[in-house]
């Protein structure tokens, strides 16, 4: 089982750095397709096959599913240890099912199990009680596949720019970090320094309250108009902070999802009625 699992993170970490649409660490879609906008979903499995469910990717070629931050939350061994990986390990062998259609993003807790640092969610330290899952389950080979996990979470692109002027990410860098980001991690090869404090994907991908004139200055150097993130809990499953930015969680019962017609242009408030309650998926 151990081997099986090693290889099939090792096939995801391929499919990821091989995606079609990948151009460093952005995926640049078409405009002839659909985007269907995902925010963090933290082992929450019913949430998750309602996504997949709703995507119906092998009726539909021209859609795509873009998944974020699956790890850290969601069923427990009897130990309390964290089994997140396991909805992980579903979504990888959904990307390689359709691997030109579901897309991959790095988010927080990605590097912090990278980093094997730290990470509080709910009053619980998340990367310890994963980790100690991991090693019951996977026993002597634990090691192994815990090192294959962390290779296929860098793996993963950074973001997602879409022809309608539309750009989704886990997060942005706060106030305090966005004046001398370095805009070239979207282009170049992606190192470890960049997944630890302070380097650019770490604060790309928790960043949290920015301002609106921070939104503005990122709009302005990356060339788009809305901003689509996760990263920021939301108990009713979304909201819009301040002009250009929508932020989505789809790890709770109040969870939701965004398809996005990429030959159409969207205001912020068009975005917003578009956006289905997850709970509402038969």
Same mark, same amino acid.
């Given at each position: ?17 091989? %995606? ?35 995507? %119906? ?136 320094? %960049? ?20 939104? %503005? ?66």
């Amino acid at each position: 089982m151990s081997k099986a699992i090693v290889d099939l993170l090792g096939r995801g970490q391929s499919a990821c750095e091989t %995606d079609r649409y990948r151009k460093g660490n952005i995926i640049s879609l078409p405009g002839d397709c659909t985007l269907i906008a995902t925010g963090d979903i933290h082992g929450h499995r019913r949430n998750y096959e309602r996504i997949i469910s709703y995507a %119906d990717l092998a009726k539909n070629p021209k859609t795509h599913v873009l998944l974020h931050e699956l790890i850290h939350g969601g069923s427990e061994d009897d130990y309390g240890g964290c089994l997140s990986y396991q909805l992980l390990f579903d979504a990888i062998e959904y990307k390689l099912r359709f691997p030109d259609q579901v897309h991959f993003i790095m988010g927080n807790h990605d590097t912090t199990f990278i980093n094997n640092t730290r990470v509080m969610k709910g009053g619980r330290e998340m990367n310890q009680s994963l980790r100690a899952a991991m090693d019951r389950q996977f026993g002597d080979d634990s090691r192994q596949v815990k090192l294959a996990m962390r290779q296929f979470l860098f793996s993963q692109p950074l973001a997602v720019r879409c022809p309608n002027r539309i750009w989704l990410s886990h997060s942005l860098p706060s106030d305090r970090y966005a004046g001398d980001f370095d805009f070239t991690l979207f282009s170049r090869k992606l190192k470890i320094n %960049d997944v630890v404090k302070p380097g650019a994907a770490y604060v790309l991908t928790w960043g949290r309250r920015m301002s609106q004139a921070t939104l %503005d200055k990122f709009a302005r150097v990356l060339d788009i108009d809305i901003f689509i993130v996760g990263h920021q809990p939301q108990s009713e499953g979304f909201c819009r902070d301040g002009k250009n930015l929508i932020i989505l969680a789809s790890d709770h019962n109040h969870g939701c999802l965004l398809p996005i017609n990429l030959a159409r242009f969207y205001t912020v408030e068009k975005l917003i009625q578009s956006i289905v309650p997850i709970a509402s998926i038969a």
